[in-house]
Nanobody
Framework: QAQLAESGGGSVQTGGSLRLSCTAS????????MGWFRQAPGKEREGVAS???????SYADSVKGRFTISRDPDKNTVYLQMNDLKLEDTAIYYC?????????????????????????????WGQGTQVTVSS
């Protein structure tokens, strides 16, 4: 069964760092693109960072210069290094993956625009991991 599993969330103070991991298994391993999204309380799920099969990386403006997405293909794992965390970064962070080219383009666009995405918009989703930033 296709699965994405996130880990690495937690509680930190402003200015702190966390690294999230997302490991793909089953049918989710053969994905063309992967990305990170987040949903804060009372807000829609929004794109944060993504990369496509060609290695193009995209970030939302709100996290540029602070967050870094990377991957380890041998481990089927994608990482999100988050530095200089701010109060507004508090959210549940979700990993998403796609194996269809048009939807990969849409994922990239969603991230670049910091636009919202529904829970069913992309092919595979993880269960989410909570990130809480406090002062």
């Amino acid at each position: 069964q296709a699965q994405l599993a996130e880990s690495g969330g937690g509680s930190v103070q402003t200015g702190g760092s966390l690294r999230l991991s997302c490991t793909a298994s089953g049918g989710a391993s053969s994905n063309l693109c992967m990305g990170w999204f987040r949903q804060a309380p009372g807000k829609e799920r929004e794109g944060v960072a993504s990369f496509d099969g060609g290695g193009t990386i995209s970030y939302a403006d709100s996290v540029k210069g602070r967050f870094t997405i990377s991957r380890d293909p041998d481990k089927n794992t994608v990482y999100l290094q988050m530095n200089d965390l701010k109060l507004e970064d508090t959210a549940i962070y979700y990993c998403a993956a796609e194996s269809r080219f048009p939807e990969c383009i849409r994922m990239q666009t969603t991230v670049i625009l910091g636009a919202s995405a529904s829970a069913t918009e992309f092919q595979f989703w993880g269960q989410g991991t909570q990130v809480t930033v406090s002062s």
